[in-house]
């Protein structure tokens, strides 16, 4: 699976960004989709997840602490893509934000988790 991230940018505090991550591959909804962020001279921390899809079944979704209620992550399985709505911004989510794919039994927070990553995309919030 090849993962590419997309949509970060420049956005003043208080705006919205929508990310998308596009995944190559027919099994895209058999993985775990996640999304993880970095800062400088900080580790990489989790953000929000999404379960795979099964039998029709509704996902279900994980969120940092620190983002919930501001972002929504959703999948489109038809067209291979992860998307994360991140709204109301702070100059703390100033960071790189991956993709991650994963086909362990069960959603995982873990960086050290994740099968597959995609190149980052820049989020910059000014105060």
């Known amino acids: 699976v090849q993962l590419q991230a997309s949509g970060g940018g420049l956005v003043q505090a208080g705006g919205s960004l929508r990310l998308s991550c596009a995944a190559s591959?027919?099994?895209?909804?058999?993985?775990?989709m996640a999304w993880f962020r970095q800062a400088p001279g900080k580790e990489r921390e989790f953000v929000a997840a999404?379960?795979?899809?099964?039998?029709?079944?509704?996902?279900?979704?994980y969120y940092a602490d620190s983002v919930k209620g501001r972002s929504t992550i959703s999948r489109d399985n038809a067209k291979n893509t992860v998307y994360l709505q991140m709204n109301s911004l702070k100059p703390e989510d100033t960071a790189v934000y991956y993709c991650?794919?994963?086909?362990?039994?069960?959603?995982?927070?873990?960086?050290?988790?994740?099968?597959?990553w995609g190149k980052g995309t820049q989020v910059t919030v000014s105060s």
């Open positions: 591959g027919p099994t895209f909804s058999n993985y775990h």
């Open positions: 999404i379960s795979r899809s099964v039998n029709w079944s509704g996902e279900t979704t």
């Open positions: 991650a794919a994963d086909s362990a039994p069960t959603v995982s927070q873990n960086y050290y988790g994740m099968d597959y």
